[in-house]
């Protein structure tokens, strides 16, 4: 047996402890200097190992021990590749020098619970035990890149601020619930997550990406009263399990400035992506497929603002768009009419789209009405699709902004979706024509038309029941012909905005 600690000269480069994992040899110099310094080395399957560095499982557990306790006491920081044949239990420990666990290998469980840890790297670690970081505040930065989580890893309730979980890989369940937070940017990237997922009343303050990440089957992923405030991004992400977000009436999950990016995620039972109790704005589901999803109590954000303020405000809109069309075409500038599609247009380019932005999003909207009318949710999917439209819309410029098949569409009907916009251009329509027909007609009776007369040749005229006396002038003739096309088209509008209205 060796002694713990051996004080004197530097080992003989021959008799170099071996070091398993696969680092530079700069990186080795170092853990040379700092790990290995003052051990002896022993043989271990046919290569020499410090104590620290001896792969053997079943090596000396009090020397190793008492090793570790002596370093941790006096600060010591570096632990590179160790290999840990104990459990690492710490209870009310504070770390305030950075931990440096890079390669490290624990045989057996840790346990580190109510502390303080200030830096910790445990990149490309190995944990073959369970892992229990409970209610620990990880004051600078904790960084787990490429580690191996071979059993289960609870981050319960613990605080974050920097952290690094990239490349990681759990092959249990991972928790980061009860109240866990994270203060700064968190990354998930490149995760594979092979068990249950754990998110549950989680909150993450600034943005969290997921990106290629992979979430494996016949589990569950949860983010149950969590709360994004930030960026969570799952592009690229391959979806393969249940994947919940639920909130309630006091936690909705996605707060005022989050916003969520789905772009290319590959989800492989939309069924099972659920939205429960959650704010949601459409620019979201970009670029990925939402008609299957489950939203159920989702309240859209952005679908609304056009068709609420009423009729006089989209026509004071309409003024007011074709103005900002004028100036639009004289001057190449200028914003959009619609609030709700811009704010969302602008939500798509900070998120980094820069071309075809009002195409994707006028795509997206469509899927979402498809979703929301397989689910008879036919208001939200009437919404949608007026969004749709108009985001189609916008995306002509200048004057063609407005004279287009689209302008028209809208104008007379709401794109279909409103009966009342459409029975109130009828009406116009009925009305107006009756008042030319009284003022400036001329008909090859002698008979003048009053009002309610000429409202009633308006009417006959409307219905194609080819009334009498027929048009004197070429004007007239004119004026019964437009209206003779025009009113079946309003009819037929007509008809239709009801029919959306009641029969699916
Ligand atoms: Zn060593």
């Not at 068709?307 to 989209?314: A, H, I, P, Q, S």
């Not at 809109?317 to 639009?328: A, E, I, K, Q």
């Not at 569409?409 to 116009?428: D, P």
């Not at 309610?452 to 409307?462: A, H, T």
Request: a neutral charge; aromatic letters at 16%; hydrophobic letters at 40%.
């Amino acid at each position: 047996m060796l002694s713990p600690r051996v004080i004197g000269p530097a080992p003989n480069p021959d008799r170099r402890c071996h070091i398993k994992a696969t680092l530079h040899e700069m990186e080795k110099d170092a853990i040379w200097g700092d790990v290995c310094r003052n051990l002896d080395t022993e043989d271990y399957l046919g290569d020499d190992y410090c104590i620290l560095h001896n792969p053997n499982p079943k090596k000396d557990p009090k020397e190793f021990t008492d090793i570790i306790e002596a370093r941790l006491k006096s600060n010591h920081c570096y632990y590179q590749a160790v290999v840990f044949p104990v459990p690492f239990e710490t209870n009310h420990v504070d770390f305030k020098l950075p931990l440096n666990f890079f390669h490290a290998v624990f045989y057996s469980y840790i346990d580190i619970l109510d502390g303080q840890i200030t830096n910790i790297y445990l990149d490309y670690a190995t944990f073959h035990g369970s892992v229990r970081f409970y209610h620990l505040n990880f004051s600078q930065s904790a960084t787990f890149t490429f580690s191996h989580f071979k059993n289960n890893a609870s981050f319960m309730g613990s605080w974050f601020e920097r952290s690094d979980f990239n490349h990681a890989v759990f092959d249990h369940k991972a928790e980061f619930n009860s109240w866990a937070k994270f203060r700064d940017d968190v990354n998930f990237s490149n995760v594979k997550f092979q068990g249950e997922v754990d998110f549950n009343s989680c909150t993450f303050e600034k943005a969290v990406r997921f990106e290629n990440s992979e979430f494996s089957d016949a589990h569950v992923t949860s983010f149950k009263r969590s709360e994004f405030q930030s960026d969570v991004i799952f592009d690229g992400a391959a979806i393969n399990c249940y994947f919940d977000f639920e909130g309630d009436s006091s936690r909705r999950v996605f707060v005022k400035n989050a916003s969520m990016s789905m772009r290319n995620t590959r989800v492989n039972k939309p069924e099972h992506l659920t939205f429960h109790t959650v704010d949601l704005r459409p620019n979201w589901f970009v670029n990925v497929d939402s008609r299957k999803f489950v939203f159920t109590d989702v309240k859209w954000i952005n679908i609304d603002w056009w068709r609420e303020k009423g009729f006089w405000n989209n026509f004071r809109n309409l003024v007011h768009s074709t103005l900002l069309g004028l100036r639009r075409f004289s001057t190449g500038k200028g914003e959009e009419a619609n609030e709700n599609i811009a704010e969302e247009l602008k939500s798509l380019e900070n998120r980094g789209f820069d071309l075809q932005r009002k195409r994707l999003l006028a795509i997206a909207c469509r899927q979402l009405a498809v979703n929301a009318e397989d689910n008879n949710q036919y208001d939200d999917a009437s919404k949608f699709r007026f969004m749709a439209m108009e985001t189609r819309r916008l995306d002509h410029g200048g004057w063609r902004r407005v004279l287009n098949l689209y302008w028209i569409y809208k104008w007379t009907s709401g794109y279909g979706e409103s009966w009342r916009r459409a029975a109130l251009v009828l009406f116009g329509v009925w009305f107006l024509f009756g008042i030319f027909y009284w003022q400036l007609g001329s008909f090859n009776s002698e008979h003048l038309f009053d009002l309610p007369q000429s409202l009633g040749y308006s009417s006959l005229v409307m219905l194609l029941q080819k009334p009498e006396p027929r048009p004197a002038s070429n004007f007239t003739f004119t004026l019964y012909i437009l209206e003779t096309i025009f009113a079946p088209l309003q009819v037929a509008l007509l008809a239709l905005a009801i029919r959306r209205k009641f029969m699916r």
